[in-house]
């Protein structure tokens, strides 16, 4: 077999013999397993990119989409992305946020304190999978309160909301 890669100007990546081979476009060739194996472990890494491991490590070429599409099974090439999306995710902490319900694994993209939100827009994003809102500025749900409100609300440490209620109520101190 490496006789074979050496004659078509391939390199073999693998030790043993490439067991239903992955020709790169880099012309590298893996074995499936070990293809497979390389896409998981840099996919974990921030950033989630897949490198060639070729020529000892030192090709480097990057192993496009339509690429993995093409050498790994659906299951296979879905686990990467879903890995991909998450690992990217967990290391840009402030570009998205989960949804406040538990076990809701939704994502939206919150607005900054400084963002102004026009008035045709709204503050709230309403999850399509459980409906729940959730402010995209202060990341709670207020749903009786502006945000100016939920801000002051939030500096007396939810003491004017009570203060609020009680008084709509006639409850006494």
């Known amino acids: 077999m490496e006789e074979l890669g ?18 790169t476009s880099c012309k590298h060739i893996y074995c499936t397993d ?7 472990a840099k996919v974990s890494t921030i950033p989630p990119v897949i490198r060639c491991e070729g020529d000892s490590s030192g090709c480097g070429s990057v192993i496009s989409l339509q690429e993995l ?3 790994l099974s659906s299951a296979a090439f879905e686990d990467i992305l879903e890995t991909s999306f998450k690992t990217y995710i ?8 989960y949804c406040l319900t538990p076990g809701c694994e939704r994502l ?4 900054g304190r400084s963002e102004q939100i026009d008035k045709e827009s709204s503050p709230f994003f309403t999850c ?30 939810g003491c004017s909301a009570l203060a609020l209620a ?3 109520l006639g409850i006494q101190d």
């Open 6 to 23: 050496r004659h078509l100007d391939v390199v073999i990546v693998c030790d043993a013999p490439a067991v239903r081979p992955v020709y």
């Open 34 to 40: 070990c293809f497979e194996a390389l896409c998981h």
């Open 69 to 71: 599409k093409e050498h």
């Open 90 to 97: 967990g290391g840009h902490r402030g570009a998205m946020r």
């Open 108 to 111: 939206y993209r919150p607005a």
């Open 128 to 157: 399509p999978d459980c409906l729940s809102a959730v402010c995209r500025i202060y990341h709670v749900a207020h749903p009786d309160m502006t945000c100016a409100e939920q801000r002051a609300d939030s500096a007396t440490g």
């Open 166 to 168: 009680k008084a709509e």
